[in-house]
């Protein structure tokens, strides 16, 4: 079993720049595929980031260049560098990991563990 706490949501004004964090428990955290989902207010979770190592990555496209996925395996923690947000940003954001899969796992039912989600508000 693996649990996965965010944390590092906030609120931030247009522009701005926020880090989430998501720590797992677990011995076999180097091996999983981490990824970040978000979910947008009356909306379905979205596929965000996947991180298999820090090589190799995969982002949504309405993402790309502004967010930044990585990990440090040695304390068990994948990160979400999030820059030039917008508004349309503000959602719940969640981590997520996978046991095996590949980088093209971008839905939400490919990942077996969650977790309980940390809010971002971006404000005009």
């Known amino acids: 079993q693996v649990q996965l706490v965010e944390s590092g949501g906030g609120l931030v004004q247009a522009g701005g720049s926020l880090r989430l964090s998501c720590e797992a428990s677990?011995?076999?955290?180097?091996?999983?595929?981490m990824g970040w989902f978000r979910q947008l207010p009356g909306k379905e979770c979205e596929f965000v980031a996947i991180?298999?190592?820090?090589?190799?990555?995969r982002y949504a496209d309405v993402v790309k260049g502004r967010f930044t996925i990585s990990r440090d395996n040695a304390k068990n923690t994948v990160y979400l560098q999030m820059n030039s947000l917008k508004p349309e940003d503000t959602a719940v954001y969640y981590c997520?990991?996978?046991?095996?899969?590949?980088?093209?796992?971008?839905?939400?039912?490919?990942?077996?563990?969650w977790g309980q989600g940390t809010q971002v508000t971006v404000s005009s």
């Open positions: 677990g011995r076999s955290f180097s091996s999983y595929r």
């Open positions: 997520a990991a996978n046991p095996s899969g590949s980088m093209y796992d971008t839905k939400p039912s490919d990942y077996y563990y």
């Open positions: 991180a298999v190592s820090n090589m190799f990555t």
